[in-house]
């Protein structure tokens, strides 16, 4: 899990109190913010890519004879989508995932500090970091959401970035081959064209953002009621 900063004195000073009655309210803003962002990113990339492959379109219609598709069997630039735009989109998940991931620390860093507990989720050993928060969470927040199959997915995706990270994408060489492999039947836009590489279009890619932004706004929706329990208590 990524480093989470500690909080700064003057926010220190009389914590739980303070971040029951916010009750998440500047985490949210926060990650909104951050997504906001990452959308505008995703959206500058598949421009860039949409716009460059029409230009070499352009370019190569003036060669091509009408219907010569053996012309543009050979010739269509393929790069844009199946080369770099399936690069720029593999970036694109490692930061989404990195997001999930930073603002998934920073919930269970104020979990902690609203019940008190003496132990911190960086103090969980063993298993991925989305299901050390998941024991963390449902252990000392009593978190009831998100569901298995959110979960599940989001395990998937962490799955997916770490063979991107470490492996160079190559998911035959990963020993979460099975469960990378399993993404081509749950979302679109996802495929292992080549010796097990993957291919990324952009529908994934949206696919991806709606289950990051679900998941964060289901835990979010646990720790309001978290803080309500605890002010009424």
């Known amino acids: 899990m990524p480093k989470i900063p500690p909080m700064p004195d003057y926010i220190a000073a009389g914590t739980k109190d303070r971040l029951i009655r916010d009750k998440g309210a ?4 926060l990650f909104n913010d951050d ?13 860039f890519i949409q716009n460059e492959e029409s ?3 352009a370019a190569l219609e003036k060669h091509a004879e009408p219907g010569d598709g053996e012309f ?14 399936s690069q720029l989109r593999k970036s694109f998940l490692v930061s989404l995932l990195s997001l999930a991931e930073f603002h ?7 979990v902690a500090e609203v019940v008190e507990a003496r132990i911190k989720c960086d103090d969980l050993r063993g298993n991925s970091v989305f299901a050390r928060a998941r024991k963390y969470l449902e252990a000392f927040g009593n978190f009831q959401s998100p569901a298995q199959a959110v ?25 979460n081959s099975a469960r990378i492999q399993s993404l081509e ?18 529908e994934f890619s949206v696919f991806a953002i709606e289950k990051v932004e679900g998941f964060l706004n289901d835990l979010h929706q ?12």
């Open 35 to 47: 997504l906001k962002e990452l959308k505008l990113y995703r959206g500058t990339l598949e421009a």
């Open 55 to 57: 230009k070499d379109v």
């Open 222 to 233: 646990e720790y309001v009621r978290l803080c309500n329990g605890l002010e009424n208590g």
């Open 185 to 202: 039947h749950k979302a679109p836009g996802i495929s292992f064209p080549s010796a097990g590489v993957v291919d990324l279009k952009s």
């Open 72 to 85: 543009w069997s050979y010739h269509y630039p393929y790069q844009w989508q199946d080369v770099i735009g």
């Open 26 to 29: 500047m985490a949210k803003v």
């Open 151 to 175: 979960w599940e997915i989001i395990g998937d995706l962490y799955a997916l970035r770490n063979s991107i990270v470490h492996n160079a994408a190559s998911v035959d060489n990963d020993r």
């Open 104 to 110: 998934m620390g920073l919930l269970c860093r104020d």
